[in-house]
C-alpha cells in the first residue's frame, strides 16, 4: 500500500510510522538549527523584533496553492525555535516552565499520532485504562493510607485548583450548614483561586495577609473562628452567633508559592480546619513532586489530610505541557462531577461494563496526556525522578551560597524549593527592573520579579536539574554587567 503524500498522510495506522519518519527528521534538523541560531536562553531584540522575524518567514499563512510540506515545517519550526524561551537553558530561569524530558517528548509524540480522546472508552481503550492506574498511583503518593485514592488529569494547576472549589462548593453538607461557600486563602494563595471563585459564582474569598510568605495560622484560627461564629461577625458575612446558620467554608493552603516557593505550615493548618470544622484543599502545584524524594517529602507532612490536593508535573515533573493532576483520598468526592450524555456514556452501555469517562473532567474532548507521565514514572520510578528533584533543589542551594559570598549582592532568604529571591546591593525597583529587562532585550537570561514586603527581587526558579555551578555563576555576572556602579 503507498503511502500519502507527506501534506496529507495520516500520522496513525500502519502507515503511519513510515510517513512521520522523514518528517521527524525535517523537525528535528529545524530544532537544531533554531537552537543554534538562537544561541541562547531567548532571542534577542526584543518583541518588536521577534515579531518581524515571524512575518518575513512564515507569512502568508494561508496561500491559495501552500507551499512543499517539508519546507513549510521546517521553516515554521525552524523560526519557533529561533524565537523560542528555551527552558532547557540554564539562564532561563524565570517561571515554572520547566525543561521537558527527552523521554517524556517522545511519548507524547505517540499520543498525537494515536489521537485519543479521552470522554469516551470507545474512543481511547488503552489509554482511559492506563490513565486509571497512573492517575491512582500518583494519588496513593499524596494519601498512602486512604483505600483508594484518585486523581483526574487537568491542563495544569489553574483547572485543578477550578475543579477543588467546584467540589467543594458541591459537598454534602451536615445539618445547620448553609449558604454560600465561603473561600479562606493567603495572599500567597495562586491567582487561579480568585478566579475560580468568580467563574463559579462564589464570593470573593477572604484573603489573608502573608507578610512572611505563608499563612500565619494564628490568623487563620482568628478567621475561622469568626466565620463559625465564635467571635462575632467578619466582613459580608454579617451578625452571626452560636445558634446562627454556618456557612461552609473551604481552607486553602499552598505548597510552593510562585513568588518564593514557600510552603504553608500544612500540619497547623489541617489541625484547624478540622477543629472548624472547614475543607482543606492545598495547591501543591509547585510542591508536590517533593513525594518522589526520599530526603525532602517530609516537608510535605500534612498534605494527606486534605480533602484535595493540585499537583502539577509540567513544573518540577519535566512533562511536556500539560501536565496537571487533582487528587482526592476516595472516588466519591468525584461523585458531583458524574455527568451523562448518550452519545458518550448510556446508561446502558454503562451497565454492561463499558467504562465511564465523562466525569472525570469538564472538558470533553481531551489528550492523553496521561502517557508521557506513565512513561515517566516507568522508565525513571519514584528514586530517578527523587533524585531529579533533589539536584534541582540543591542548585537553588548552591545560588544562594553564591549571593550569600558575593559582596554585591542581597539574598532574600534561603531558598525552600528551587527559587532564588536576590537583588544587586542598594538596587532600588527602578534599576532591577531595568536590568531585567535589558537581559531578556539582549536575549542572555530570562530572569523574574517578585513583590515582596521589602520591595522588587529578581527571581530565579531553577527547574533544570542539570544546571551546574558555572552557570549560576555566570548568570550572577551577567546581572552585575548590568547592574550601575
Request: hydrophobic share 40%; charged share 15%; net charge negative.
Amino acid at each position: 500500500m503507498s503511502v500519502a503524500p507527506a501534506g496529507t498522510a495520516l500520522a496513525g495506522g500502519t502507515d503511519g510510522p513510515r510517513a512521520l519518519r522523514p518528517l521527524l527528521d525535517t523537525v528535528l534538523d529545524a530544532l537544531t538549527t533554531g537552537a543554534q541560531d538562537r544561541s541562547g536562553p531567548l532571542p534577542p531584540g526584543g518583541p518588536d523584533v521577534v515579531a518581524r522575524a515571524v512575518r518575513d518567514t512564515c507569512l502568508p499563512l494561508l496561500s491559495d496553492e501552500g507551499t512543499d510540506p517539508h519546507t513549510a515545517l521546517r521553516t515554521l519550526v525552524h523560526t519557533l525555535a529561533v524565537g523560542a524561551a528555551d527552558p532547557a537553558d540554564p539562564h532561563c530561569a524565570a517561571h515554572l516552565h520547566c525543561p521537558p524530558l527527552a523521554l517524556a517528548t517522545a511519548a507524547d509524540l505517540a499520543a498525537s499520532a494515536l489521537n485519543p480522546s479521552m470522554d469516551s472508552w470507545d474512543q481511547a481503550p488503552a489509554a482511559s485504562e492506563l490513565e486509571a492506574h497512573t492517575a491512582r498511583a500518583l494519588a496513593a503518593l499524596v494519601y498512602p493510607t486512604a483505600t483508594a485514592p484518585d486523581a483526574l488529569v487537568t491542563t495544569g494547576g489553574t483547572e485543578s485548583n477550578q475543579l477543588a472549589l467546584l467540589l467543594a462548593r458541591e459537598a454534602p453538607r451536615p445539618p445547620g450548614i448553609t449558604g454560600p461557600l465561603r473561600i479562606v486563602c493567603g495572599a500567597n494563595a495562586h491567582h487561579s483561586v480568585h478566579r475560580a471563585a468568580w467563574l463559579l459564582g462564589l464570593p470573593e474569598p477572604l484573603t489573608l495577609p502573608t507578610p512572611h510568605g505563608t499563612l500565619d495560622p494564628a490568623t487563620v484560627h482568628t478567621c475561622l473562628a469568626e466565620l463559625t461564629g465564635r467571635s462575632g461577625p467578619v466582613g459580608p458575612v454579617g451578625p452571626v452567633g452560636p445558634d446562627s446558620p454556618v456557612d461552609p467554608i473551604l481552607l486553602i493552603a499552598t505548597a510552593g508559592t510562585t513568588d518564593a516557593g514557600a510552603l504553608d505550615p500544612l500540619p497547623a493548618l489541617a489541625d484547624l480546619a478540622d477543629q472548624h470544622g472547614a475543607r482543606l484543599h492545598v495547591d501543591a502545584s509547585y510542591g508536590g513532586p517533593l513525594l518522589f524524594s526520599t530526603t525532602h517529602h517530609t516537608a510535605l507532612t500534612g498534605l494527606s489530610r486534605a480533602h484535595t490536593v493540585t499537583l502539577d508535573l509540567h513544573k518540577l515533573g519535566w512533562q511536556p505541557v500539560a501536565a496537571g493532576l487533582l487528587a482526592v483520598p476516595t472516588p466519591a468526592t468525584l461523585t458531583p462531577l458524574a455527568h451523562q450524555a448518550d452519545y458518550l456514556n448510556a446508561d446502558d452501555d454503562t451497565e454492561a461494563g463499558v467504562p465511564d469517562l465523562l466525569g472525570r473532567s469538564l472538558r470533553t474532548t481531551r489528550r492523553p496526556d496521561i502517557l508521557k507521565i506513565a512513561v515517566t514514572l516507568k522508565a525513571l520510578g519514584r528514586q530517578g525522578l527523587g533524585d531529579l528533584v533533589d539536584r534541582t533543589l540543591a542548585a537553588a542551594q548552591t545560588l544562594a551560597d553564591l549571593i550569600d559570598a558575593h559582596p554585591g549582592y542581597e539574598l532574600h532568604s534561603r531558598p525552600t524549593l528551587t527559587t532564588v529571591l536576590f537583588r544587586p546591593t542598594d538596587a532600588d525597583d527602578a534599576t532591577l527592573a531595568t536590568i531585567r529587562r535589558s537581559l531578556l532585550t539582549e536575549g542572555h537570561a530570562v530572569l523574574g520579579r517578585a513583590t515582596t514586603p521589602t520591595g522588587l527581587w529578581l527571581k530565579a526558579t531553577l527547574l533544570n536539574p542539570h544546571t551546574q555551578p558555572g552557570d549560576l555563576t555566570h548568570l550572577l555576572k551577567l546581572v552585575e554587567g548590568h547592574t550601575p556602579r
